[in-house]
């Protein structure tokens, strides 16, 4: 069955400290999509970045990193140099390509980040 | 700066009622989905349309939940009757192409509270 986990509930930082946000999934396609959104104190989710499950080189965008290893089935997110703008809850999310390419995300629990100046 | 829009942004009503959200995805997406998030259950998707015609609504209370595309520029969900475990947030998501791979673009949520 196909899953999504994300095992911190709530992490707090001190700003300009780097954070990792953990995201494990299962699945038993072959064929997978991965995502991270953001949705910040106004409630819109924030499309972030995607993954699919053959390229798993890590991608750097600014401050923001992943690291995509599909031997632990892990999708991990990496801040650096946090600041208080980045406070937010942040959703990993799965989409199988098997289920009639419908694309419908499964999502993680969320981890709410406090960056506190 | 083409956005999902959704209408209304709050609700707030009494057990039994009628309630309709609305949805305009981006011009131009085929695909919307209808989502619901909650403290207890997270993101849920509860139905799922292409090119207007409905493919998945699995995740839907059948008895109270409907949902529609009359045409490509509105999509609907209504609850009929609410009940107090329906409050949410309900997020309607937009995109373009048919596969997995697609982004989506979310809306920013009708907020309802049951009484």
């Known amino acids: 069955a196909q899953k999504v986990t994300q095992a911190q509930t709530e992490i707090s930082v001190v700003e300009k400290e780097d954070v990792t946000l953990d995201c494990v999934y299962e699945?038993?396609?072959?064929?997978?999509?991965l995502f991270w959104y953001k949705q910040p104190p106004s409630g819109e989710l924030v499309f972030l970045i995607r993954r699919n499950s053959f390229d798993e080189q890590n991608e750097i965008s600014g401050r923001y990193s992943w690291n995509f290893q599909k031997s632990t089935s892990s999708f991990n997110f990496t801040i650096t140099a946090s600041q208080v703008v980045d406070s937010a809850v942040y959703f990993c999310?799965?989409?199988?390509?098997?289920?009639?390419?419908?694309?419908?995300?499964?999502f993680g629990q969320g981890t709410t980040l406090q960056v506190k100046p | 700066d083409a956005r999902v829009t959704q209408t209304p942004r709050h609700k707030v009503t009494e057990m039994g009622q009628e309630v309709t959200m609305r949805c305009q995805p981006i011009l131009g997406h085929n695909t919307v989905f209808w989502y619901r998030q909650t403290m207890m259950q997270g993101l849920e998707l509860l139905a799922y349309f292409r090119n207007r015609a409905p493919l998945d609504d699995s995740g839907m209370p059948k008895d109270r939940f409907s949902a529609e595309m009359p045409d490509a520029t509105l999509a609907t969900l209504k609850i009929q009757p609410s009940e107090p475990r329906d409050s949410a947030v309900y997020f309607c998501?937009?995109?373009?192409?048919?596969?997995?791979?697609?982004?989506?673009?979310f809306g920013p949520g009708t907020r309802l509270t049951v009484l």
């Open positions: 998501a937009s995109g373009l192409g048919t596969s997995s791979y697609n982004e989506q673009f």
């Open positions: 699945t038993r396609d072959t064929t997978y999509y």
């Open positions: 999310a799965l989409s199988e390509a098997s289920r009639g390419n419908t694309g419908k995300l499964i």
